[in-house]
């Protein structure tokens, strides 16, 4: 639990897409996403740094069911660079679904980033920090790095995929990474074994994530 804790000009506050079609009634809606957009918007205050992403697709992209003939969401398909789930049409650039929750406009006001992601119309981008190919970054460790950060706070939507990818990428690029679990939702799809938040978490405590 955060409660209590004291964040420093160390810690980022990364608040991963807190956006309308992640939301109930949204296009690729995470249960009661919305119910964590104010409490975001209050943590925000804490901290002297905040980064907000933005899941910024083109129309047609390549993570979308509707871009591959005979596919329905939440397919897993091979493409060139590993293995993807499909989605519905979610976050297109522009659209009424991509943007921000209104309950979490303080911590958008807040933010000393805005970054965008997922724009590439060929590799999906998961990760703050790395789109899907594992190899092109996004450019946030060297902001992060800059700024002198070397703790991740990481909030927001949906917990066992952008999340959970963004809390990796940043171990791997040696912060110390925090999730807040209760300022996050999850999707909860099978997986082998388990559900995808089951598999999540293993990869985030195999990987020094903290909780
Ligand atoms: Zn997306």
């Not at 390549?62 to 091979?78: E, K, L, N, V, Y």
């Not at 690029?173 to 799809?189: C, E, K, N, S």
């Amino acid at each position: 639990m955060d409660d209590g804790d004291d964040y420093t000009e160390e810690d980022a506050l990364i608040v991963i897409d807190p956006q309308v079609d992640f939301c109930p009634a949204g296009r690729l809606a995470v249960a009661e996403g919305d119910a964590i957009m104010a409490p975001i918007a209050a943590l925000a205050e804490r901290f002297h740094h905040v980064v907000v992403t933005q899941d910024w697709h083109p129309a047609g992209h390549s993570s979308f069911a509707s871009s591959h003939p005979g596919r329905r969401a939440f397919d897993t398909i091979c493409l060139p660079y590993g293995e993807q789930v499909l989605w519905p049409d979610h976050c297109v650039q522009g659209s009424a679904g991509a943007a921000f929750h209104p309950e979490v406009a303080g911590a958008v006001a807040r933010a000393g980033l805005i970054l965008r992601k997922g724009a590439n119309p060929a590799v999906d981008s998961y990760s703050a920090f790395y789109e899907n190919d594992k190899v092109t970054p996004t450019g946030l460790a060297g902001y992060l790095r800059d700024k002198g950060v070397r703790r991740c706070v990481i909030v927001g939507l949906a917990y066992d995929f952008c999340v959970a990818w963004s809390a990796l990428d940043a171990r791997r690029d040696g912060f110390a990474a925090l999730v807040l679990t209760h300022y996050t939702r999850a999707i909860a799809m099978p997986a082998p074994g388990g559900s995808s938040v089951d598999a999540a978490e293993a990869a985030m405590r195999t990987a020094g994530v903290r909780f």
